[in-house]
Every structure is written in C-alpha cells, then in structure tokens.
C-alpha cells in the first residue's frame, strides 16, 4: 500500500493518506509527551514498541468481538487502518485510583475502585482535555445520540474485561487506560487510535512496579526497558 500525503500529526502518531481512501497509515513516533506536553522526550524504539504491542492488542480485541480500525501491521512502525473520522472524546476506563481521578478527587492513590469508572475527556488541548459528561458531549454536538454515548461505555467496559484477564495471565495490572473512537464508512463506531504503554497504566502485579508512560511522567527510569517488559510479557502468552 503506497504512503501519500501526510493527513494530521499528533504527538505519538503521524497519520499519512494512502491510494484507496478508505484507508490510512499510522506511523508511530519515537516522541513522548506528558502534561499536555510541558514535558518532552524521545526514546529510539518507543514507536516500534508501541506499533508491535497496539497491533497485537487489536488482534486481541477483534478476535474477541469488537470491531477496530486495524487492518494490517506494515513493518516495524507503520499500521494500515481504515479511514475514521476520529470523535473528539477520550474515553478512560479506570479499575484503579491513580493519576488524574486521585488528584481531583483526593482518592488514595492505587486504591482498588468499588466498581469500573468510564469517563470521558473532551479533546481540547487548549482546553487542557477537560472531564465531560452525556449532556456536554450532546451540547459540544460530538454526538446527539444517547445510544451512540451508551455504545462507547459499553464497549469500553467489554474492552476493559478483555484486556485485564489476558493481561493479569501474564502479572500485569490493567490500572487504568485511554481508548478514542471513530466511524468508518459504514457509519460505525469503532475502535481506532492506538493501545500501548503510552495510553494504558500496567502494574506489575507482585511488586506494583510501573511499566507505562508514568517511567516517563515522575523519572522512574528507562521508559524502553518498561515497554519491552510490557511487549514480552505480551508475547509469553500469544495475544
Ligand atoms: N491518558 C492518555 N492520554 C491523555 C490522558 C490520559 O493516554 O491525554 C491515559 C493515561 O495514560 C492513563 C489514563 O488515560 O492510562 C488516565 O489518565 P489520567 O486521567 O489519570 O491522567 P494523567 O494522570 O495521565 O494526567
């Protein structure tokens, strides 16, 4: 599949057209950005750790039912997926009281949550990604649809069972993560962006030590040494 022009640029991802226009490439960057990128980074190799691992999670997921934008991994750095038009929501999931949820809402951090939180972040850098709800989302007209808002939870708790018993098999706790959604042509909500270390928190399981971006957020150490424990982890268990 021929690379053409590049389409957007975000801060782990360039998005590149392709000959067919329902299709796109995603070409995962080396960069590593943390508090709305006051704190930059490179690490040679995160962007083909987070290549391989997005790649096999999707797998993961579409072989456990929920339709994503993947299609096929190109080489080392770059995914072939189909054409979305991006909503402008992060959707998190969290199991664990950790990062953001702790510090607005003075909950201990690591304390285990009585129930699985979905919540969703306007994507407004200028804005600083604020915290929305269903009404917000329908007043910022990112959907009218209750059902579309009802769509997005509930896949996103199936996606958070899925992920965190295949990941707890190989002693990583699935703590908290950050999914975006798309709609392709067919008019479909479905999974897109990218799943890695980058957006997800994973602590090990025996010693809680943190093998995602926070390596990189609080200098816990090399940020590659903790994303290729992630990747062989990943590979140990065939995802
Ligand atoms: N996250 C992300 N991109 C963002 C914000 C959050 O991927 O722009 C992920 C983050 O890595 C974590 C989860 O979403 O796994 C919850 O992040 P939180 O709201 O605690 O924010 P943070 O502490 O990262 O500022």
């Given at each position: 599949m021929q690379q053409k022009e590049l389409i957007y640029e975000g801060k782990g991802k360039k998005i590149f057209a392709t000959e067919d226009a329902n299709l796109i490439i995603a070409e995962f960057k080396d960069d590593l950005t943390a508090f709305n990128a006051q704190k930059k980074g490179n690490e040679t190799g995160k962007g083909a750790l987070n290549c391989k691992i997005s790649s096999l999670l999707f797998e993961l997921l579409e072989k456990n039912g929920i339709k994503t934008h993947y299609k096929k991994?190109?080489?080392?750095t770059h995914l072939l997926c189909d054409k979305v038009r991006i909503l402008p929501i992060e959707v998190v999931v969290r199991n664990v009281a950790t990062g953001s949820l702790s510090k607005r809402?003075?909950?201990?951090?690591?304390l285990e949550l009585p129930f699985v939180l979905v919540e969703f972040y306007y994507k407004d850098d200028v804005l600083g990604d604020p915290i929305i709800n269903d009404e917000h989302c329908k007043i910022l007209n990112i959907t009218q649809k209750q059902e579309d808002l009802d769509f997005l939870k509930s896949q996103a708790r199936k996606i958070n069972t899925i992920l965190k018993d295949f990941f707890i098999k190989v002693n990583?706790?699935?703590i908290d993560f950050k999914l975006e959604f798309g709609i392709n042509k067919e008019n479909q909500i479905v999974l897109a962006d990218e799943i890695s270390p980058d957006s997800c928190r994973f602590w090990d399981k025996?010693?809680?030590e943190k093998l995602d971006k926070d390596v990189f957020r609080q200098n816990l150490g090399n940020v590659k040494v903790a994303y290729e424990e992630v990747l062989k982890r990943i590979l140990s268990q065939g995802a």
């Open positions: 991994t190109l080489d080392s809402l003075g909950i201990k951090d690591g990583l706790r699935l025996d010693t809680n």
